[in-house]
């Protein structure tokens, strides 16, 4: 069972445009929400993450939007680049010790 | 290093044979994580060591699958009797908080392809 359900599973967006990617989760005990972000060849690296006691993280042209009612989550990027061409995966965990990760989307960016 | 670092960078092996992959978290991390990354799918929990406390072996998909981490530093993951649907990027990751909660920091990962 897939502990959190991520959407699009690809995504092409315009030079300077607005890039969503949207997660849900059932477990109402997680609270901690991590997005990662993926090169090919690479590790994940951690891009930003929300805890839900707030409902927005901002940092630079990322933001996380965080529905604590709807058990949902997302991530904005704001004025897309080539360069954030990549493949982003978000995260949940109650714990701290168990991370369950989406199957991540894989973003493109066209100049 | 700097980093998470991991060997082999690639591993090709034949249906049947034992694999080790290994792991050298940042100096200093009391967790180390393993994940299994397929195409298409997310990254898959395989096992969590943190400390010296007993290893959340929770997600190792059989018991073909072991890890073990020597010293509080190194972690080798052992795959006995590889088959083809272990083919995979296995992925290890550390981080520095008691809890667990502070920032995972990824290795490049060892891609491994079972004949």
């Known amino acids: 069972q897939q502990q959190v359900k991520q959407s699009p599973q690809s995504l092409i967006v315009q030079k300077g445009g607005i890039s969503i990617i949207n997660c849900a989760y059932e477990n109402t005990a997680f609270d901690y929400f991590p997005w990662y972000q993926q090169f090919p060849g690479k590790g994940p690296a951690l891009l930003i993450a929300i805890r839900p006691d707030v409902s927005e993280k901002k940092e630079g042209r990322f933001t996380i939007s965080f529905n604590k009612s709807a058990k949902q989550f997302s991530l904005h990027i704001m004025d897309s680049q080539p360069g954030d061409s990549a493949t982003y995966f978000c995260a949940a965990s109650s714990d701290g010790n168990q991370f369950y990760f989406g199957t991540g989307t894989s973003l493109t960016v066209i100049p | 290093g700097a980093g998470v670092s991991q060997s082999p960078s690639n591993k090709v092996t034949e249906k049947g044979k034992d694999v080790e992959l290994r792991c050298d978290p940042i100096?200093?991390?009391?967790?180390l994580y393993w994940y299994r990354q397929s195409l298409g799918q997310g990254l898959e929990f395989l096992i969590y060591?943190?400390?010296?406390?007993?290893?959340?072996k929770s997600g190792l998909p059989s018991d073909r699958f072991s890890a073990e981490r020597t010293g509080g530093s190194v972690s080798t993951l052992t795959i006995q009797r590889t088959q083809q649907e272990d083919s995979a990027v296995y992925l290890c990751?550390?981080?520095?908080?008691?809890?667990?909660?502070?920032?995972?920091?990824f290795g490049p990962g060892t891609r491994l392809t079972v004949l």
């Open positions: 060591f943190q400390g010296n406390s007993a290893p959340d």
């Open positions: 100096s200093g991390h009391t967790a």
């Open positions: 990751a550390s981080s520095s908080a008691a809890t667990g909660k502070d920032t995972q920091y």
